[in-house]
């Protein structure tokens, strides 16, 4: 049978369309028909729905978006801005950088290998659209419980994806997150960050221009992945016995990938290239769309050149196809030939399928008949905004109200009650070691990561002369945010901020994925605009753009949403890689220093929720001018050289931080509690503005005056000391001694009075066993 | 020509190679001219030796380096490797060098079915072969190993050749992260040129990316035998 061409759907006014299992709402049906003064076509109903739908038009956070660029920050530091693929700094020495963080948690959740993995596909395409070689990745991941059952299913899977994926395409995994709370027990987050550099005459923009230019797909040929939604329109056109069921859930070739980004590149660099975009959600319907959009204005596409892997596809189905590894060129017809040689190379299957025109209509035609006329900018930019109604939730002053105080959570009061809790809090799921996951992703591959997990940021040098490198570090605590969402956003800011900071960079630039319920509920919506904003002014004090980042809506189970959960991603860059500041101490004798003040702040902390499963109160103040003179110090020290190690402070306090740091370098401390704050709050609160350094005793007069200088709390509360048990051996009565092997120990002076010792071996036995004991089980 | 100090050493880049840039950074290091090798290519360049980078050459599709085996490129590397130049395959490459049959035995997926990055401590027991004369024996070295397929197999009666040869080039220390038999880490050839390591030694060549600089040796002895005349 034929197909629902333009000629029809003009003439056949009354014909019944599915648009509402499409996700289309009766009014945006009548704007797509007010549009084109006619009924759309199949194909055109099946762009138009998918173009605006939440996840293509941002329809429900266009509005708030808008504050990242009302609030920007003035900086020279932006080459490219928001709206592109993704946005692009300026590092210097002619060097440019592009991030960008997207979520892929819905697919995650149905098959988590090929949802995790298509995630990191679809990021690096998008980062090599601008004309950048991806460098590295890192993954932002939420699970429910640890012990949940369906967690056992779910995170494996992500984890084998991420690294099935990331590692066959060359990419080092430097980052990223591992969280667990029980709100996502039934929509996990698997949000997925990629990095990429290039020159600043390679950044290519996604644009058809120059008529005549050729549209040339290139990359995977086209099946039926992702299209289960448009199903509908399959089941009207295609005969009964024709392929019922499409999969909803795309699958990736990363071998296909890798070839893709050298064939990219290799192309961009020989300047064959007018525009160029890759193709994820949505398919053709958005590449083609965008690219006439943003360029000359025309496009004339013939579909049935589109090499298909399943011949039976009908030509909506193409057009919405989320098949993986495709790209688009625009490509001058004098180069097309050399364009073509290059494909051939990499064994890249490449087709002419359209030419740009100067018409202002977006045509289509499908065997000799046209299928899809319209502008292209309705059906690209020019979606429904929405302004959807939220309000402050009505428990959010019962929750404010609920404060983590000594009276109302029971605290540790006695030094073995402290001893006991360190090892608990060094073995609690979001503290404890993730090598579980970590050792699944390959670091080392292209031989430049500086930094990799668990240190603070990852990263990677960019320029092998002079050394020149960033780092880049994602955060969100969701508790926090859901306690104050505005709040919430501007801790993850400063957390992200702190964390490039503490390793030397200075933070440049800002990328976010904001997680949230359905936007359709009053109150999620509020805590998604109040992130929006926290996060917008946040980025104006510190002097970070945003730019770009990804709205992930609809992360509920049944009515209940996940915590609000804006993981913030910021990058920073650093003259010389070689004087980055890592987490483990060294020397014998260096000098630990707390930077920041210490506060009776636990609401939202990783003890209250470990230890009593509590949320509730006011989240600890955030004071980002505070942020600003720490993230100085810490450049200007690393710049100095006046640190040996240095480390943030946030979830699980200033002992869960000096216990990584002991672990990182398997070398003792000795550290006193300051005698003017509690034992139990010196070392589990979670107040921010805070790090810990480690400097040599001959740079303490310079490192005390630059902190004076400021105004900056600095306490000196340890000494790295890897001899604590040999002398203890060598003190003690002689049978004591006799074959004990000392061991490095970590030491707290000052508990109540008493000393606490852990041997580095059972804080790690603590710290290491915890995701293994359930994951391997 | 190649002169004394002018040691060739070419780099196979296959469709799905992923570590080629850091072999040829690890040749420079030592002091040596890295050539891009290209593998629908027949010519080898007039290389001196040859290394087989880590990667995925073409995507381990059907069995990890059994596609690669038969690239043009690898038809004239076996050929020459047969008469004596001297070829290091690392991970990727070591599996194709047992697919080629230069090598004997096979790699399989790791006993514990995930694919394993770690810093990996090895012991070096063979320093006779041209990539490890400049380590001695017994030497303990650490550098990366990534694989996903990493378990060295082989019967009883080829292990114990290899043992009695004194062909078994690394032994993995403290943990064997891939069940490969015996320990194996990496095995020579009878000739000692043709050699291959699952872990990475071109990871580990500078302190600032690497755990070590404790891959080296394997550059550098390949730069000295060369010089000493060992050519192809």
Redesign the interface.
């Known amino acids: 049978m034929s197909v629902d061409n333009v000629t029809t759907a003009a003439t056949t006014p009354e014909h019944p369309q599915p648009y509402r299992d499409l996700g289309l709402r009766d009014d945006e049906y009548q704007r797509i028909r007010d549009i084109l003064s006619r009924r759309p076509t199949s194909s055109e109903l099946a762009m138009y729905s998918v173009m605006w739908s939440e996840h293509c038009s941002y329809k429900s956070s266009k509005v708030h978006l808008r504050q990242f660029g009302d609030k920007k920050p003035h900086t020279d530091a932006m080459l490219v801005g928001i709206g592109e693929n993704a946005g692009v700094v300026d590092i210097g020495q002619g060097w440019a950088v592009t991030f960008k963080v997207e979520s892929h948690n819905h697919p995650s959740y149905v098959e988590p290998y090929q949802g995790a993995a298509t995630g990191v596909g679809g990021i690096v395409r998008d980062i090599m659209s601008m004309g950048a070689r991806p460098v590295a990745v890192m993954d932002p991941l939420r699970f429910g419980p640890l012990d949940a059952a369906d967690t056992r299913r779910v995170l494996p899977g992500v984890i ?1 994806g991420v ?2 994926y990331g ?4 990419l080092p995994n430097i980052g990223g997150e591992v969280v667990f709370d029980p709100s996502y027990a039934g929509n996990p987050l698997v949000n997925a960050l990629c990095v990429g550099t290039m020159k600043h005459e390679d950044i290519h923009l996604a644009k058809a221009s120059g008529i005549g230019n050729r549209v040339i797909l290139y990359g995977a040929t086209t099946g039926g992945d992702g299209i289960g939604g448009v199903s509908v329109l399959a089941s009207e056109t295609f005969d009964a016995d024709g392929p019922a069921k499409r999969p909803s859930v795309q699958v990736g ?4 990938e ?2 893709l980004i050298e064939c990219t590149l290799e192309v961009l660099h020989a300047g064959l290239v007018e525009g160029i975009q890759d193709l994820g959600g949505a398919g053709i319907s958005c590449a083609t769309s965008e690219l006439a959009s943003n360029g000359t204005g025309g496009m004339h596409v013939w579909l049935d050149r589109v090499p298909l892997r399943d011949p039976s596809l009908s030509p909506e189905e193409i057009l919405m196809s989320e098949s993986q590894e495709r790209m688009c060129a625009i490509v001058p017809p004098e180069n097309v030939e050399q364009f073509m040689a290059i494909c051939r190379k ?2 890249v299957i490449a087709t002419d399928i359209g030419v740009v025109t100067d018409t202002g209509r977006l045509i289509i035609e499908w065997k000799g008949e046209t299928i899809v006329d319209v502008p292209p900018r309705t059906v690209a930019h020019d979606g429904p905004v929405y302004q959807r109604p939220y309000h402050r939730p009505a428990w959010q002053d019962a929750l404010q109200a609920d404060a983590p105080t000594a009276d109302r959570l029971p605290r540790p009061t006695t030094a073995a009650e402290l001893r006991a809790l360190v090892l608990r809090m060094a073995g609690a799921p979001n503290l404890a070691s993730k090598a579980w996951v ?13 930094l990799a997990q668990p240190e603070d940021s990852g990263m990677v ?1 960019v320029d ?1 002369e002079t050394g020149l490198g960033v780092a880049v570090a994602t955060d969100c605590n969701g508790r926090v945010a859901k306690l104050d969402p505005y709040t919430g956003a501007r801790f993850a800011l400063a957390e992200a901020y702190r964390n490039v900071a503490v390793t030397g960079a200075k933070p440049l630039a800002v990328t976010n994925c904001l997680n949230f319920g359905s936007p359709e509920d009053p109150e999620v919506m509020w805590q998604f605009a109040e992130a929006v904003r926290g996060l917008a002014d946040g980025c104006l004090e510190l002097g970070t753009p945003v730019t770009g980042g990804n709205v992930s809506f609809y992360n509920q189970t049944g009515t209940v949403a996940i915590l609000p959960t804006p993981v913030v991603g910021v990058l920073g860059v650093i003259d010389d ?2 004087r980055r500041t890592p987490m483990a101490w060294g020397e014998d004798g260096d000098l630990i220093y707390l930077l920041g003040d210490t506060r009776d702040e636990f609401a939202g902390s990783e003890w209250a929720h470990e230890v009593h499963g509590h949320l509730g109160g006011m989240p600890p103040a955030v004071d980002l001018a505070k942020e600003r003179v720490l993230g100085e110090i810490l450049i200007a020290g690393s710049r100095d050289g006046m640190f040996n190690a240095a480390h943030d402070v946030s979830d699980g306090g200033v002992m869960q931080a000096l216990v990584e740091m002991a672990l990182r370098s398997n070398v003792g401390a000795r550290i006193w509690v300051p005698d003017d704050v509690d034992p139990f709050v010196f070392m589990y609160a979670e107040s921010t503005a805070r790090a810990i350094v480690v400097v040599p005793r001959d740079e303490e007069t310079r490192f005390a005056g630059m902190c004076a200088m400021r105004g900056f709390t600095a306490s000196r509360i340890g000494v790295v000391d890897s001899r604590l048990d040999i002398d203890a051996i060598e003190a003690s009565t002689e049978e004591a001694s006799n074959g004990a092997v000392p061991a490095q120990l970590l030491q707290l002076d000052n508990v109540h009075g008493e000393t606490l010792r852990w041997t580095l071996d059972e804080l790690r036995a603590a710290h290491t066993a915890t995701l293994p004991a359930v994951l391997n089980a | 020509m190649t002169t004394l100090l002018g040691a060739r050493i070419g780099v196979v880049t296959f469709p799905g190679s992923l570590d080629d840039r850091d072999a040829a950074r690890a040749i420079r290091f030592a002091g040596g001219e890295a050539v891009e090798l290209w593998h629908a290519d027949a010519d080898l360049k007039g290389v001196d030796a040859v290394v087989l980078p880590g990667g995925f050459s073409y995507g381990d599709y059907l069995r990890c380096g059994a596609i690669a085996r038969f690239a043009p490129a690898m038809q004239t590397i076996i050929d020459r490797a047969r008469q004596g130049m001297p070829v290091l395959g690392i991970c990727n490459g070591f599996q194709i060098l047992v697919e080629s049959h230069l090598l004997p035995g096979a790699l399989i997926r790791n006993d514990h079915q995930h694919f394993v990055c770690r810093d990996q401590r090895l012991r070096i027991e063979n320093t006779t072969s041209v990539w490890t004369r400049d380590f001695d024996f017994g030497d303990e070295i650490v550098i990366p190993l990534k694989n996903g397929e990493g378990g060295y197999v082989a019967d009883e009666h080829t292990l114990d050749m290899l043992e009695a040869e004194g062909r078994v080039l690394a032994r993995y220390l403290e943990v064997n992260p891939n069940g490969s038999y015996r320990d194996i880490a990496g095995l020579v050839n009878a000739q000692g040129t043709v050699a291959g390591l699952m872990p990475h030694p071109e990871h580990a060549i500078e302190s600032l990316t690497g755990p070590s600089t404790d891959g080296r040796p394997f550059f550098t002895s390949i730069i000295a035998s060369l010089a000493a005349g060992v050519r192809a």
Not at chain 1, 167 to 170: I, M, P, Q, R, Y
Not at chain 1, 253 to 256: A, E, K, Y
């Open positions: 084998a690294g099935g590692n066959c395409l060359g070739d990363p071998f296909m890798k070839l990499w064994d970590t050792d699944q992703y390959d670091r080392y591959v292209m031989g430049n990561t500086v040098r092998e890689v070689d």
